[in-house]
């Protein structure tokens, strides 16, 4: 089953600084159809303009994954951690036992990102962040698993919960596939472009909420950027 859920259809919330769309139930955004996709909590498409961003504020017993699209997100808080990332990169923060952090855009242009939210496996522990590059070239034409908390994806950005975010790229007229293990879920958003996901269109920032699906066979009709999460259900 895929549940195509169009751009349009998301929660929004316009700040002046910040333009949000929600895909899930947030702040003052409530659906009670999409409160969570199994253990994928939040997915945020934020445009955040020069010079603004989130001023420090806690979180806690969460993983959040900071996909930048476009621009760069510096990141701060209170275990001393600090640092820039930049477009097509991916941060992760995992809020263990409390964590206070602020992110801003101190770029000249507008940055954009997903924020993903998974519950964790478990509460507490202390909390963590991390950032790490990725080669763009390296996610053309298949799937690059960015962070996990599964076994065997050693490359990735480590998180507390038995899910993973992928990236790839794909060229028009190109397929790619990914499979599911039973009991899985899946969450696929197009950051850029068209594709066809099973036989359902997906266009630019959609998302597709996944579940009973063994395998995706993903067809690119323009040239495409793709997210990807794979979480317990």
């Known amino acids: 089953m895929i549940e195509h859920r169009p751009y349009a259809s998301l929660g929004a919330a316009q700040h002046g600084w910040l333009d949000a769309r929600h895909h899930f139930s947030f702040a003052e955004y409530h659906d009670p159809a999409r409160v969570h996709w199994g253990a994928l909590r939040v997915w945020n498409d934020d445009t955040i303009q020069p010079g603004t961003g989130f001023p420090p504020h806690p979180h806690a017993d969460m993983e959040i994954i900071t996909y930048v699209r476009e621009g760069a997100i510096t990141h701060q808080d209170n275990q001393g951690n600090k640092g820039r990332t930049q477009a097509g990169d991916v941060q992760v923060m995992s809020a263990g036992s409390g964590i206070v952090h602020s992110e801003y855009n101190l770029e000249p242009g507008v940055t954009r990102i997903f924020q993903i939210w998974i519950f964790p496996d478990h509460k507490g522990g202390a909390p963590g962040w991390g950032s790490r590059p990725f080669p763009k070239g390296d996610r053309s034409g ?14 990735a950005l480590p998180i507390r919960a038995r899910a993973r975010v992928l990236g790839a790229t794909v060229k028009a007229g190109e397929t790619l596939e990914y499979r599911f293990d039973g009991g899985r879920v899946g969450y696929l958003v197009p950051a850029l472009g068209q594709v066809e996901v099973n036989g359902v269109r997906l266009y630019t920032r959609d998302g597709a909420a996944i579940r009973d699906e063994t395998a995706l066979r993903i067809t690119a009709l323009e040239d495409a950027e793709l997210v990807l999460v794979d979480a317990s259900a």
């Open 142 to 155: 298949r799937f690059v698993t960015l962070a996990s908390g599964l076994d065997g994806d050693d490359e």
